[in-house]
């Protein structure tokens, strides 16, 4: 157990010290340097960053107990995202570039009104605030938890173990924020990106190494030949992502986090240049098309793994999978590669929500006299602010019916699909007035609700009775297409009087494509069509 805590707590205080050490020199004491990283990072850093925040214990605890509990499925939320991040390269990141937008908000305003604005950066600051930053901590608490045995390490209970965890992420991220804001953030996820690399690989490896007895290969083939079903990608309408769902709501979706969440797109938004942005984003998606290996196959491993005594709850098979196959020696560092994966979505969540609540509320409406050093001052005040009430509030989660949980994540849908739909027809649309864009938001919240909040009287509406009983993703798509067809009405016949104008470029950074940006978009959606024909019946699952 001593090498376990020397382990965890060394490579944890080398990433941080290294992180400062590398990024001391750097201004922050601007806005655009605290939460933009002076416009400075460079492809692997950006694409480090975005793979460490999308990371979490949710995905790695999560996908692979549908793993364990459905097929290969799941891997639509990481493979697709690879085709997602390719059209944000070409589409989102030139227009955000050109214009020089801080935050997703400042393009709605552009495009639509000061009104609207305001109205997408409170769902964002909601979203973030009531629903992200809580449950990071908290997910982040139950796979520290169950993994490595915090309750019985240090003899305490559930809720007081869950505590531990919740106050140990949110006292590193207060140590993050105050110390450099986003640029150290992205140099951290960088360095933890290697560990995650070495460490996510390290438990299928392993898995298949106990099955084998020595032979991983041998262990692999055990696995296929015995549950050849469990490696279809290719999912039924039972099965987590029905494979229709990617070219409906999944796609939304996947265009959504990668290209408008501001948690994301942040890291973009910070790049040197468009060259640099569009590398970060094409080595990303290369990237995800690796995630199956090590959120999903170790979940089909516990599977075989565990058959003679299965699991109750199949969201415990990876942490049963890490405490059965991993050996002693490589814990502490398991350990902090998974707290920098948690921490790196939390420090995501806590920056993007600080950017937000300062650039479009702070400085325009309660100090517009602020000087870019005070504006970075209470931007540090507001995420300590945010992290207390965070740690505040993730535990009581725990003591919450058991449906909460996934009713926070179902949640998002109220905020993420609508604000896309926005964005993306404000890109390729001119005409749709303001107004147009309101009625879309409220009636795509208040349609969404009524399809997945239960209420006495729904089946008897025969629409309605459909619709919420199809799987939501679905129903986003369906609704985003009624939201498209009403906005474009709109605009034929009672367009704006906004002569909104995406080319001009306010060369805020130079916006050069990078020249290989076509041929690298190529080879991964190659790549993509293969990993789905290797995982289905005309691959491994045959």
């Known amino acids: 157990?001593?090498?376990?805590?020397?382990?965890?707590?060394?490579?944890?205080?080398?990433?941080?010290?290294?992180?400062?050490?590398?990024?001391?020199?750097?201004?922050?004491?601007?806005?655009?340097?605290?939460?933009?990283?002076?416009?400075?990072?460079?492809?692997?850093?950006?694409?480090?960053?975005?793979?460490?925040?999308?990371?979490?214990?949710?995905?790695?605890?999560?996908?692979?107990?549908?793993?364990?509990?459905?097929?290969?499925?799941?891997?639509?939320?990481?493979?697709?995202?690879?085709?997602?991040?390719?059209?944000?390269?070409?589409?989102?990141?030139?227009?955000?570039?050109?214009?020089?937008?801080?935050?997703?908000?400042?393009?709605?305003?552009?495009?639509?009104?000061?009104?609207?604005?305001?109205?997408?950066?409170?769902?964002?600051?909601?979203?973030?605030?009531?629903?992200?930053?809580?449950?990071?901590?908290?997910?982040?608490?139950?796979?520290?938890?169950?993994?490595?045995?915090?309750?019985?390490?240090?003899?305490?209970?559930?809720?007081?173990?869950?505590?531990?965890?919740?106050?140990?992420?949110?006292?590193?991220?207060?140590?993050?924020?105050?110390?450099?804001?986003?640029?150290?953030?992205?140099?951290?996820?960088?360095?933890?990106?290697?560990?995650?690399?070495?460490?996510?690989?390290m438990i299928p490896i392993f898995a298949l190494l106990y099955v084998g007895n020595g032979d991983m290969l041998g262990g692999l083939q055990t696995v296929i030949d015995a549950h050849p079903e469990k490696f279809n990608a290719i999912g039924k309408a039972g099965d987590p992502v029905p494979f229709l769902t990617m070219f409906t709501g999944m796609f939304l979706v996947n265009l959504f986090y990668w290209g408008c969440n501001q948690t994301i797109i942040q890291r973009a938004l910070a790049a040197k240049n468009?060259?640099?942005?569009?590398?970060?984003?094409?080595?990303?998606?290369?990237?995800?098309?690796?995630?199956?290996?090590?959120?999903?196959?170790?979940?089909?491993?516990?599977?075989?793994?565990?058959?003679?005594?299965?699991?109750?709850?199949?969201?415990?098979?990876?942490?049963?999978?890490?405490?059965?196959?991993?050996?002693?020696y490589l814990t502490g560092f398991f350990a902090a590669v998974l707290f920098g994966a948690i921490l790196s979505s939390f420090n995501a969540a806590l920056n993007s929500t600080s950017a937000l609540f300062m650039l479009n509320v702070y400085k325009p409406y309660i100090k517009p006299d602020a000087t870019d050093k005070q504006v970075v001052i209470a931007g540090k005040v507001v995420a300590v602010i945010l992290v207390v009430f965070s740690m505040c509030v993730a535990p009581l989660i725990a003591k919450a019916p058991s449906g909460l949980f996934n009713y926070l994540q179902m949640v998002n849908g109220f905020y993420n699909v609508p604000i896309f739909t926005l964005i993306i027809f404000g890109m390729l649309n001119r005409t749709a007035p303001a107004w147009s864009a309101k009625v879309t938001l409220v009636f795509f919240i208040i349609a969404y609700g009524l399809t997945q909040i239960p209420f006495a009287g729904k089946e008897a509406l025969p629409l309605l009775g459909w619709l919420s009983s199809i799987h939501f993703l679905h129903v986003m798509a369906i609704l985003f297409v009624i939201a498209i067809v009403f906005m474009y009405l709109c605009g034929k016949f009672a367009p704006t009087k906004n002569n909104y104008d995406d080319s001009q470029d306010l060369h805020v950074v130079d916006t050069t494509p990078w020249n290989k940006a076509v041929v690298m978009s190529v080879a991964v959606v190659l790549c993509v069509f293969a990993v789905y024909v290797i995982f289905s019946k005309f691959g491994i699952a045959a």
Do not use: C
């Open 1 to 201: 157990m001593l090498l376990t805590i020397v382990s965890f707590v060394g490579f944890t205080a080398l990433v941080l010290g290294l992180s400062y050490y590398l990024t001391r020199k750097n201004d922050t004491s601007s806005q655009e340097g605290y939460f933009l990283a002076g416009r400075g990072l460079t492809g692997w850093v950006i694409a480090a960053s975005l793979l460490l925040t999308n990371l979490s214990t949710e995905q790695m605890v999560g996908l692979n107990g549908q793993g364990y509990m459905f097929n290969m499925s799941g891997m639509g939320y990481e493979v697709g995202a690879s085709l997602a991040l390719i059209i944000v390269a070409f589409l989102f990141l030139p227009r955000y570039l050109k214009k020089g937008y801080a935050t997703i908000p400042d393009f709605i305003g552009e495009r639509y009104d000061a009104t609207t604005k305001q109205i997408v950066n409170f769902l964002f600051l909601a979203g973030y605030v009531l629903i992200l930053l809580p449950t990071v901590l908290y997910s982040g608490a139950i796979g520290m938890g169950g993994i490595f045995d915090i309750m019985g390490t240090f003899n305490v209970d559930y809720m007081t173990a869950i505590i531990i965890v919740v106050v140990a992420i949110g006292i590193l991220g207060v140590i993050y924020s105050l110390a450099g804001g986003l640029r150290i953030m992205a140099v951290a996820d960088t360095l933890n990106g290697v560990g995650l690399i070495i460490g996510g690989l």
């Open 274 to 328: 468009l060259k640099e942005g569009q590398k970060g984003l094409l080595f990303a998606a290369v990237f995800k098309l690796f995630g199956p290996l090590y959120l999903i196959i170790p979940g089909i491993v516990a599977f075989h793994i565990f058959q003679d005594n299965p699991l109750k709850i199949g969201d415990m098979a990876y942490p049963m999978l890490v405490n059965k196959v991993l050996p002693f």
